[in-house]
């Protein structure tokens, strides 16, 4: 999550994102329910208690929110840390992204981590892939092959892309919590699956 740091210490900061459903956050807490990056979270909520709860969870979600709904993370990222909302619930990177952009003096929010396993906390992928309609396969698969190569990753360990690299003994340059000290929800890539899930709920909760 991000919040504002002169609205909020990190003492105030909620350990779930179950928490930010509670009546406390109403107008203080902000989304962008339409950004794809959501999803994951979405369903580590509905793998976890059920379609049922993560509907009235969004449901909950969308009324704290009151207003402070966003189009993408980076227009959340930017209404938190210019103080017009406190907390909102982003991946990791766009953060440090905004940090780059405004600089240290115009940084006036943080980010920090939900409790260990939780529901909110997700590890994510940014996946590739080829298409099997493609006339341009070998070329397509050499470009994967590259992405995924040593060299590939280091060029996105040493990006302003501010992701982790996947491929081994490649370590991110940027200062960044290391990725082994990450301690995400147990829900794995696959079970995170397509995004259907969280997308036919996102539909009723009127979020998209």
């Given at each position: 999550?991000?919040?504002?740091?002169n609205?909020?210490?990190?003492?105030?900061l909620?350990?779930?994102?179950m928490?930010?459903?509670?009546?406390n956050?109403s107008?203080?807490?902000g989304?962008?329910?339409s950004?794809t990056?959501?999803?994951?979270?979405?369903?580590?909520?509905?793998?976890t208690?059920?379609?049922?709860?993560a509907?009235?969870?969004?449901?909950?979600?969308?009324?704290?929110?009151?207003?402070?709904?966003?189009p993408?993370?980076?227009?959340?990222?930017?209404?938190?840390?210019?103080?017009?909302?406190?907390?909102?619930?982003?991946?990791?990177?766009?953060?440090?992204r905004?940090?780059a952009?405004?600089?240290?003096?115009g940084?006036?929010s943080?980010?920090?981590?939900?409790?260990?396993?939780?529901?909110g906390?997700?590890?994510?992928?940014?996946?590739?892939g080829?298409?099997?309609?493609?006339?341009?396969?070998?070329?397509?698969q050499?470009?994967?092959?590259?992405l995924t190569?040593?060299?590939?990753?280091?060029?996105?360990?040493?990006?302003n892309?501010f992701?982790?690299?996947?491929?081994?003994?490649?370590?991110?340059?940027?200062?960044e919590?290391?990725f082994?000290?990450?301690?995400?929800?147990?829900?794995?890539?696959?079970?995170?699956?397509?995004?259907?899930?969280?997308?036919?709920l996102?539909?009723?909760?009127?979020l998209l």
């Amino acid at each position: 999550m991000v919040y504002n740091t002169n609205l909020l210490t990190r003492r105030d900061l909620p350990a779930s994102a179950m928490e930010l459903a509670d009546p406390n956050w109403s107008g203080r807490v902000g989304i962008a329910g339409s950004e794809t990056d959501f999803q994951p979270i979405v369903t580590s909520v509905a793998r976890t208690y059920g379609d049922h709860a993560a509907l009235n969870w969004l449901n909950a979600l969308k009324a704290n929110a009151s207003g402070h709904t966003y189009p993408s993370n980076e227009s959340l990222i930017a209404a938190v840390n210019n103080g017009q909302v406190a907390v909102g619930i982003i991946n990791q990177y766009y953060w440090y992204r905004e940090r780059a952009q405004v600089g240290t003096s115009g940084t006036h929010s943080a980010i920090a981590y939900f409790a260990p396993h939780d529901v909110g906390y997700v590890l994510n992928v940014s996946g590739a892939g080829v298409l099997r309609s493609s006339t341009h396969q070998k070329a397509a698969q050499r470009f994967l092959a590259f992405l995924t190569s040593a060299q590939g990753q280091e060029i996105i360990a040493h990006s302003n892309s501010f992701e982790y690299p996947i491929a081994s003994g490649v370590t991110t340059a940027q200062h960044e919590t290391p990725f082994a000290a990450l301690q995400p929800n147990d829900i794995t890539i696959a079970e995170l699956g397509t995004g259907a899930e969280a997308i036919k709920l996102l539909q009723e909760a009127q979020l998209l």
